[in-house]
């Protein structure tokens, strides 16, 4: 059976999105990286025309999401169990009518929390679709699709030991192809400083559009993924999609230096936005960087609304909107 995971600009059917639960791996920052979901879960249904599915994975963050979403049009509240709220990357890909699921190993073993492992299946069984179990260890934020079969991925996760040992770009090529329709992989080197995700690629680059890809650039003085960042542009620029057309590639100001509580850099990035059926959720970290990329990104979406949310709090756990979110297609 021949397919494709579709582009994220592609109809959805639903948006699944986690809500912050636990309040032992959050702690202070439980209820504003809540406040800033329910933002998020709020523009998605209504700006953004997204029917959403919220999945909490703890009864008090279930009563904390009635309480905050309870009613509100379009916000369906679905219990389940998870660790955290990484839906990108603990829930299944979808794709042909199908959920595609995968091992899931905490990011290389670095967080490996109860539950987790089952949210595909969970999701799956929520939305109907029959799940479909590969048995090689993937996250979903570490894969970004064109629709026509084209795989942006970097080789710093994807190739990463503590991931699936002995795999070459031809091996993952090849179980790609099979688990998710890839019909080429665009191979980036390096992803943003201290990503505990091992440079997922949502972070990085994203497709905007047929053989167009978004990569950020350098915004002030001492941006800590200047580098990073140039190097992915230089190699899309020399790189074509599955069709053999030469790749368009868009700058889109960097949040630049973002503090962390221990003083070093955050993985803070504008690409982690989240492409709904009518509007582009840019996360924000910092008032004037958050603006110029809001700016540049309505440039690239000019059928959708952009809207630019705070994700400062929900920064702290260690990714963005992209990583809570999988869209299901229609």
């Not at 959720?281 to 979406?301: R, S």
Request: net charge negative; aromatic share 8%; with cysteine.
């Amino acid at each position: 059976m021949s397919f494709v995971v579709p582009a994220e600009w592609a109809p959805h059917k639903a948006m699944w999105l986690g809500f912050p639960s636990h309040a032992d791996l959050w702690e202070d920052n439980l209820g504003p990286a809540q406040a800033e979901v329910a933002a998020l879960a709020r523009a998605l249904a209504g700006p953004g025309g997204e029917v959403v599915k919220l999945m909490t994975g703890h009864p008090d963050g279930e009563a904390a999401a009635r309480e905050l979403l309870g009613g509100v049009p379009g916000i369906e509240i679905v219990p389940g169990a998870f660790g955290d709220i990484w839906l990108r990357d603990t829930g299944p890909i979808f794709a042909d009518g199908r959920a595609h699921g995968f091992r899931f190993n905490g990011w290389g073993g670095k967080y490996e929390l109860e539950h987790d492992d089952k949210v595909a299946a969970q999701i799956a069984a929520a939305s109907g679709a029959a799940l479909v179990a590969n048995d090689f260890i993937l996250e979903g934020g570490a894969v970004d699709h064109d629709g026509a079969g084209t795989v942006l991925t970097t080789g710093q996760c994807l190739l990463n030991r503590n991931r699936n040992p002995g795999w070459t770009e031809e091996v993952a090529a090849e179980a790609l192809g099979k688990a998710l329709g890839a019909k080429k992989l665009l191979w980036l080197g390096e992803g943003l400083v201290n990503d505990h995700t091992d440079g997922h690629v949502d972070n990085l680059a994203r497709f905007v559009a047929p053989a167009t890809v978004a990569i950020p650039v350098a915004w002030g003085k001492g941006d800590p993924n200047a580098p990073a960042f140039d190097d992915a542009a230089r190699r899309l620029a020399e790189m074509t999609d599955a069709e053999g057309r030469k790749l368009k590639v868009v700058r889109i100001p960097s949040p630049g230096w973002i503090d962390g509580d221990d003083g070093r850099p955050v993985p803070a990035s504008h690409m982690n936005f989240l492409i709904a059926n009518r509007a582009v959720i840019v996360p924000i970290y910092a008032e004037q960087p958050g603006q110029f990329a809001v700016g540049a990104l309505n440039e690239v979406f000019p059928d959708r609304e952009v809207i630019g949310l705070p994700s400062t709090a929900i920064l702290s756990g260690g990714g963005s909107f992209h990583c809570i979110t999988q869209q299901e297609p229609a």
